[in-house]
């Protein structure tokens, strides 16, 4: 079975400093992996996904991740955090010919200005 | 750009009640999917529906669920009987047939009394 762990449950950065959510899974093939924002009351919107190919993937707002299959890793980053990115960030794994997206349980970002 | 939206933002029902949460996917997409994200917990997989008919479901998503696509703009999940654990964030998700990227909706929380 599938499974996604995210260790941080909360993590506080100053603005203009560096982020790193990290997020490990479990899958027995190579994984499809997604990271989702959720911003307060609103819904989850995707950054980034890794289906293969080049294993550094960008997304939106400046977000990156890197898949790295030895660690079974797909930690995100962003070199300069705005107060804007606060938010609860999921990271997600699926598979090819299942639907089902399984999700880890969220980190938490606040920005201190 | 085109959106998942879902109505209402906010449902209240008493227990035992018939709640149907609806969602409108975006407009060429041919898979949809609902998750629920009980308050504090994981965002978890209820059902994915393709063509007309329901293509995986979870452990969770039992007698009391059923979901419909009633025409073709909308699709809907109803709990028949709902009960107090029912209480959660529920998401409706589509995605096209070539990719395997999910786009959310921003969700409808329903609270069971």
């Known amino acids: 079975a599938q499974s996604v762990t995210q260790p941080d449950i909360h993590i506080t950065v100053s603005e203009g400093a560096s982020l790193e959510l990290r997020c490990n899974y479990s899958?027995?093939?190579?994984?499809?992996l997604f990271w989702y924002v959720q911003s307060p009351g609103q819904g989850l919107q995707l950054l980034l996904k890794?289906?293969?190919?080049?294993?550094l993937v960008q997304g939106i707002k400046g977000f990156e991740a890197e898949f790295k299959r030895s660690q079974s890793s797909f930690n995100l980053r962003k070199p300069s955090v705005h107060w804007s990115d606060a938010a609860e960030y999921f990271c997600?794994?699926?598979?090819?010919?299942?639907?089902?997206?399984?999700f880890g349980s969220g980190t938490r970002l606040q920005v201190q200005p | 750009e085109p959106e998942v939206t879902q109505t209402p933002s906010h449902q209240v029902t008493q227990m035992g009640q018939e709640v149907i949460l609806r969602c409108v996917p975006i407009?060429?997409?041919?898979?949809f999917y609902w998750y629920r994200q009980i308050l504090g917990q994981k965002v978890e997989f209820l059902v994915s529906?393709?063509?007309?008919?329901?293509?995986?479901k979870s452990e969770i998503f039992d007698d009391q669920f059923s979901v419909e696509r009633p025409d073709g703009s909308n699709f809907t999940l109803k709990i028949r009987s709902t009960k107090l654990e029912d209480s959660a964030m529920y998401f409706c998700?589509?995605?096209?047939?070539?990719?395997?990227?999910?786009?959310f909706g921003p969700g409808t929380r329903l609270t069971v009394l």
């Open positions: 899958y027995g093939a190579t994984p499809y």
């Open positions: 529906f393709y063509n007309n008919e329901i293509s995986e």
């Open positions: 998700a589509s995605s096209d047939s070539g990719t395997d990227t999910q786009y």
């Open positions: 890794y289906f293969s190919g080049d294993t």
């Open positions: 997600a794994v699926g598979a090819k010919g299942r639907r089902a997206l399984t």
């Open positions: 407009s060429n997409h041919l898979y």
